[in-house]
């Protein structure tokens, strides 16, 4: 079983910055894809972005695409995103995900484990 636990959401102004991190355990996690998502009130959840298991490819929403990145550890089995000049429109629950597939998914759909989720809040 492979568990995923995210720190590091918060409440922050428009135009700031705010790291989030997953620290993953279990199974084989080392192998797999991570991937954040991010689900706002009254909204279906939404691929935010999403690292290969060696970290040499990265995927990205394009709404976050030259704002976000994404970046692993594999010697701590982590995954962090650190969101630079977010908007109000980045509000939402972030989870952290994990997928056993060999391609990376870019839906939820394909994700095998899920962490709790971490709230940020961007007021503008």
């Known amino acids: 079983q492979v568990h995923l636990v995210e720190s590091g959401g918060g409440l922050v102004q428009a135009g700031a910055s705010l790291r989030l991190s997953c620290v993953a355990s279990?199974?084989?996690?080392?192998?797999?894809?991570l991937g954040w998502f991010r689900q706002a009130p009254g909204k279906e959840r939404e691929f935010v972005a999403a690292?290969?298991?060696?970290?040499?490819?990265?995927y990205y929403a394009r709404s976050v695409r030259g704002r976000f990145t994404i970046s692993r550890d594999n010697a701590k089995i982590s995954v962090d995103l650190q969101m630079n000049s977010l908007k109000s429109e980045d509000t939402a629950v972030y989870y952290c995900?994990?997928?056993?597939?060999?391609?990376?998914?870019?839906?939820?759909?394909?994700?095998?484990?899920w962490g709790q989720g971490t709230q940020v809040t961007v007021s503008s």
């Open positions: 995900a994990a997928s056993s597939r060999v391609t990376v998914p870019g839906l939820d759909g394909g994700y095998d484990f």
């Open positions: 279990g199974g084989r996690v080392s192998s797999y894809a």
């Open positions: 690292v290969d298991w060696s970290g040499g490819s990265k």
